[in-house]
């Protein structure tokens, strides 16, 4: 697509994300939300949608949609009501799933997202309450040529549907949305976010316009975005999509489009004649929800540092640079961890250094999350600290580290133990440093002719010697009082 062609366009985006709520029993029933378990094990003649039952409101539910909806800047409104959107599919046994409709719980937020080292906000429009339907089978069964298979574990899970505004310009964007909005529902408590096994689920709609114009452009529902990477990829094929009918005088329908990730295209799933009417109504068998000032005031109060106030507070507090503040801050344990070390004793700045080099990268080696990091913060800051006393040399440090992972031992047995700590005394390092000059007389006649750089050859040489154990500013001072006679 030539950059004149994509400049005559804008692009605009809005996404609809599910999010599982992370509560022990069903929105409407007492059934588990394990994920998971044998299949069709987790069901009752409520959740089966049986003639005669009755849904009863899980008050966590509620209280977990308060979190996530005053989390993202919400209203969270003190009336909202349950409604039934009818459709018939064998993942519904009722024929109609329980939602909001013209009263969700919570309206009117917004979130910051950052792209290209700018900031923008994109609104959004409502967060509410719904129950999940079940999952149907196509594949894994010996008959599935001829029979599709339900699994209804999951119909009646709760979920928070959270629907953005159509602020987005770019795939960018979108993606940029997902992450920062999973980001405050982790750090919330309130999801596990997790899209492998369905927890997060994310749909987009994407249509054109010419840029300057005020009215949308006919907009295209792109569904099946299991991955963050999924959706900025089917939304740039979409947006090439769009572009390639318009110029070529055609006109973009109104349809549901699915994303093939291994073909990497969508398709057509339904066109909008084709579209459900859902007859919505409000649910007879629920109460309106009423939920209480002083019970939204409480949750308010008792939301958690979100990841933005977390980064801000970091960089400002232990003099790391944004950059830092934005890795060690990615997850609500990483944030932990990062301050545990730092209130055991060990500087801002080292322990950023050492945890986004020597932790991170060996616990991704090993595919550990941080919560399962075989060295503690409390024994990283030892070690720190026994580098900041000029204890032990960095390099020394970095092979007591790659101990410490391996057996889980503090710094100091190990440095103990194997006559780590043993500084190099002055009599040896003389003794060192006389033979490396020795050995290279060419590169004393550099540096005594005004070649001040080959100084630092000559520090490598003696600290290699020394095994890593000579204290730098000590080989410093030792050749410098050498090279200079
Ligand atoms: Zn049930």
């Known amino acids: 697509m030539s950059p ?61 949609g308060m979190q996530a909806a005053l989390a993202l800047n919400c209203t969270v409104h003190e009336h909202s009501r349950f409604a039934r959107k009818n459709y018939f599919y064998p993942d519904l046994p009722k024929g109609y799933q329980i939602s909001q409709y013209e009263l969700p719980l919570a309206t009117g937020g917004y979130i910051e997202i950052e792209v290209g080292g700018g900031r923008k906000r994109i609104g959004i429009t409502r967060l509410h309450l719904e129950e999940d339907a079940a999952k149907n089978l196509h594949e894994g069964f010996k008959d599935s040529a001829s029979k599709g298979y339900v699994d209804y574990n999951r119909c009646g899970s709760p979920l928070s549907e959270i629907v953005s505004e159509p602020d987005m310009r770019t795939p960018e964007e ?47 529902e792109v569904k099946n975005l299991n991955s963050f990477r999924f959706l900025q990829k089917a939304l740039e094929y979409e947006v090439d999509r769009h572009i390639g009918v318009i110029e070529s005088g055609g006109r973009i329908s109104q349809e549901t489009r699915l994303w093939h990730q291994a073909e990497g295209y969508t398709v057509s799933m339904r066109s909008k004649e084709k579209a459900h009417d859902y007859r919505y109504f409000s649910e007879p068998d629920l109460l309106p929800v009423h939920l209480s000032a002083a019970w939204r005031e409480a949750l308010k109060i008792a939301l958690p540092e979100l990841p933005e106030a977390k980064r801000n507070r970091f960089a400002s507090s232990y003099g790391i640079s944004p950059y830092d503040a934005g890795v060690l801050t990615s997850s609500r344990e990483l944030a932990d961890y990062f301050e545990t070390v730092v209130k055991a004793g060990a500087p801002g700045k080292a322990a950023a250094n050492w945890m986004q080099t020597e932790l991170l990268r060996r616990l991704n080696d090993s595919g550990k999350e941080i919560t399962a990091s075989p060295v503690s913060p409390n024994a990283l800051a030892e070690l720190i600290q026994l580098v900041e006393g000029s204890k032990i040399t960095t390099v020394v440090a970095k092979k007591v580290f790659a101990k410490m992972f391996e057996d889980g031992r503090s710094a100091a047995k190990i440095v103990e133990a194997e006559g780590l700590g043993a500084q190099v005394s002055s009599d040896s390092l003389e003794q060192i440093a006389r033979q490396v000059i020795e050995k290279n007389p060419e590169n004393v006649a550099k540096y005594r002719s005004g070649n001040e750089g080959v100084f630092n050859f000559f520090v490598g040489q003696v600290i290699k010697a020394t095994r890593g154990q000579a204290n730098p500013q000590a080989v410093n001072e030792m050749l410098k009082k050498l090279l200079g006679s």
């Open 4 to 64: 004149d062609i994509l400049a005559k366009y804008e692009v605009v985006i809005g996404l609809e994300v599910h999010a599982q709520l992370l509560t022990k029993t069903k929105i409407f029933c007492g059934c588990s939300t394990q994920f998971g378990d044998a299949p069709n094990a987790n069901t009752c003649p409520v959740c089966l949608g049986l003639p005669g039952t009755l849904p009863v409101l899980n008050k966590r539910a509620v209280e977990l």
């Open 174 to 220: 979108a993606y940029a949305y997902l992450t920062t909005l999973r980001q405050i529902l982790l750090y919330t408590g309130v999801s596990d976010c997790n899209m492998e096994e369905g927890s997060l689920r994310c749909d987009a709609n994407v249509s054109l316009r010419l840029r300057g114009a005020k009215e949308f452009g006919t907009k295209v």
